[in-house]
């Protein structure tokens, strides 16, 4: 599968994945502040973005992708940071591919298994009538239904893209839909990596607890972990200095 990507800067390189539901545009903020100093590809995961579509949608599927997109490119041995999903590919990929890769970076998420808790979006994406809206206030009502906060609508009605004929989904919710329990997929418990690995939470999100800091050191033992305050599960989004301090303070240590 080619990925659609897009490049920022010079140097080393840097590989970001992008998290469910997301695209490689969320990350264009800070991938040009990186860019000042390092090669950045902003990768847009199968299912996701201007990817292209595919039935399967499995974590084993998405790193052999990575995989392929390096060989495509001539990268050789990059930095990769990823958010929640990408998180898992990021980690997926680490601990397959462990000389494939330089310093891993994973926001807010860890290598444990996760119950599904995305239904209730799923839902509210899948009963938009999105054969009959005119405008994105449209869809955005209809969606106000299951999800209650502005913001996170905002962030997942960036997938709608108006077409001649009114609108689409550029992700593809269908396989989304009826594969999110993959989603959800922990490491196995032998899974290791061994290079240095940067993990970041938000203070005000779930997703990495203190009862999981056993078990990220188990299969990252050479890991540390920062923990960005006030910032919830978009660290990128709503404390994107503190983030690429934290980021660039691990990319120039040895």
């Known amino acids: ?15 970001i994945l992008h998290g469910l539901f997301g695209s490689a545009d969320n990350w264009l903020t800070l991938a040009r502040r990186f860019g000042k100093y390092r090669k950045v590809y902003l990768v847009d995961q199968r299912n996701h973005g201007q990817s292209p579509h595919d039935p399967e949608f ?14 495509a490119h001539d990268i050789i041995k990059p930095d990769i940071l990823g958010h929640s999903m990408g998180g898992k590919v990021a980690m997926f990929f680490a601990v397959k591919y462990p ?3 330089n310093k891993l970076m994973v926001i807010d998420i860890g290598p444990k298994f996760y119950p ?18 005119s405008k994105r206030q449209e869809a955005d ?13 905002q962030f997942l009605l960036k997938n709608l893209k108006r077409t001649p004929s009114g609108y689409e989904w550029k992700m593809n919710l ?19 990596f061994n290079h240095e690995t940067l993990f970041v939470r938000g203070s005000l999100s779930h997703y990495i607890l203190d009862d999981d800091l ?30 690429s301090t934290e980021i660039e303070n691990f990319l120039i240590s040895k």
Do not use: C
């Open 58 to 71: 499995t974590y084993e599927a998405m790193v052999n992708d990575i995989r392929l997109f390096l060989m």
């Open 214 to 243: 056993e078990g990220i050191k188990k299969h990252f033992p050479h890991s540390e972990l920062v923990t960005i305050h006030d910032a919830s599960h978009w660290v990128h989004a709503e404390k994107p200095d503190e983030l």
């Open 141 to 153: 009502e209809e969606l106000a239904e299951y999800v209650e906060y502005p913001g996170v609508r």
């Open 174 to 192: 269908d396989v989304i839909y009826d594969n999110i329990a993959n989603v959800g997929k922990g490491l196995d418990s032998e899974d290791q």
């Open 116 to 133: 599904i808790h995305h239904d209730v979006i799923l839902e509210g994406m899948k009963a938009i009538d999105i054969e009959n809206i």
């Open 1 to 15: 599968m080619s990925l659609f990507y897009r490049t920022e800067g010079e140097g080393r390189p840097l590989i």
């Open 99 to 101: 000389d494939l890769i």
